[in-house]
């Protein structure tokens, strides 16, 4: 009778955790428009909070600091979009032999599939040069969607920057909040995590923006010594793209390996891209990233993963650029109270150094 009377409990319990996942996801994405701007708002704050409190202590008001910050912010983002819009609108006037290279393509195709397989899939008869031709061209007129598509709509742009001022300007509002909460614990010691945390996610966003310049320098290096038109353009967006762990940079690359392939009249540029590709993933998985952006978030591998499939699933886009930000911040608030601290071990990073203790003080028991 005990047994069944703990079972009930913790069955109910159970139950109770699927239920808020549920309504928790289904809030994500019904709430998508306005969520995915908050987050993104709140981000930025966190970025330029350093800005605001360099400015706040040469005595200027908060309400104008804030206001710099944002303006700093919209001439820096603005800049990169303008930029990315600009030259993918550039690249209708390269598609105008692109029928022939694809049909020069698909010829060649049939003719090593027949030499090399006595089979003919006469690819050259089956491809649609002016469908093709089409659709990159009107890819490449409709890019300037692609923020809007991002944050959800243009109501969710302007968003923004609206929650971004008022992150800054509330800022001490929300440590105090902070505080509140976790009112059984010493308020320095919360008001202390809380600027831990924030330092945690500033120094993730500006690691990553470093090594993105780097990358953007190698990339656009490789791609002026191959001769590759638009070479600092497909540099800085294959850099860009770095900030989505595992996919970003695939289709980073993907984008000056078509460009080449449609263009050129070698395939030896393609493969040379994607061979420059691995070299510079390998630099900047073993050395780069390691050693710049370091264990900043210190977050487990496999539940990084799975955050990025479920954000790109909810929030598309914006929700993969999201996600490890916000991971970072749920394991340092987890980390604040003894009942939740379970949920931050499981987010972070097994301690290889600890686990080895761990076994070296199991072994010596077994031996005793």
Known sequence: MKTDKLILPAYLKALAVMLLIIVLIFTLIVAKGILVPLFLGGFFSILFTPISNWLEKGKIPR??????????MILIVGGIISFIITNFAGFTNDFDDVSGKISNYATQFDEWSQNSFQYDPEVRKKTNTEYIK??????????????????????GLIL????????????????????????????????KRIGNLRKVIQSYIIGVGKVMVILAVLNITVYLV????????????????????YVGPFFGVLLP????????????????ILGAYQLIQMLEGNVLTPKIVGGNVNLNAFLTLFGLLVGGTIWGIAGMILVIPTLAILKEIFELSESTKPYALLLGEENMESSEEEKNDESKKSTD
């Open 257 to 272: 390996v078509t460009y080449s392939l449609l263009t050129k009249d070698s395939l030896f540029y393609p493969i040379a």
């Open 160 to 191: 923004i920057p609206v929650f971004m001022f008022f992150f800054l300007l509330y800022r001490d509002h929300l440590t105090k909040m902070m505080v509140m909460v976790y009112k059984e614990y010493d308020p320095e010691m919360v008001k």
């Open 134 to 155: 089409g659709i990159l061209t009107e890819n490449s007129g409709s890019i300037s969607s692609f923020a809007l598509r991002t944050v959800g709509s243009l109501s």
């Open 226 to 245: 191959l001769g590759i038109k638009h070479a600092i353009f497909f540099g800085v967006v294959g850099a860009l793209l770095s900030i989505i762990p």
């Open 63 to 72: 309400v104008i600091s804030t206001i710099l910050s944002l303006l700093a």
